[in-house]
């Protein structure tokens, strides 16, 4: 395969973007090979290739600590990001990780996204990634509820502190969201998943009754 130098003259420069940043910050040697031989030889996903870069780069962050014995890394990875994951679980990993000096929300925001290894490889690699990329609303489902997910972990765990320090008097606290969307046209209220599986809003049956102009 081309070596990293001969990829990057293709486009002229590395693309600067997120994922290049994070390979200076964290030093991830060879990640662009990495990269380009899973897309291209093993026909890894963009999603795929998400989790490769996210490992990656909280493996880094656990060398950087001196911590080795907390588990395997793509373990710690699914408990972190995993939807079956509960809150409370994930909340407990976190302390653990943030005792052992990891930066943890600084981490996170290192994570990139499919959408970042997409640019990354087409602007840095010249990578062709045209094709099957449009979000579906299973992606949709997915992406929401890993937010959700890591929402509550970051409350479970501010009351836990919270807590642990008296400042709140509660037994052990359990964090649940419920997210709503309203559409500001029909005024309709909806859970997010049942308006994700029912695809539209009550404006669309409202368009399809009403009578259509004659044309004169």
Known sequence: MPSVQ???NRTGTACGCKISRA???YQLDELDER????HQIEGASLRELETVVNRRILESALQDVGVETLGDVSDLYQRLTDDDVSAGDRAELRTRLEQVGVDLSQ??????TYQTVRKHLRQSLGVDTSGGTDLTVSDAHTRIHRLQ????????ETLEHLRRAETIEAGKLDVVLSMRVSCECCGDSYRLADLLNQGHCQCRGKASQEPEESIQ
């Open 6 to 8: 001969r990829m990057e």
């Open 23 to 25: 390979a200076e910050q």
């Open 35 to 38: 990269l380009y031989h899973a």
């Open 107 to 112: 981490v996170e925001s290192d994570f990139v």
């Open 149 to 156: 997910s890591r929402s509550e972990a970051v409350i479970t």
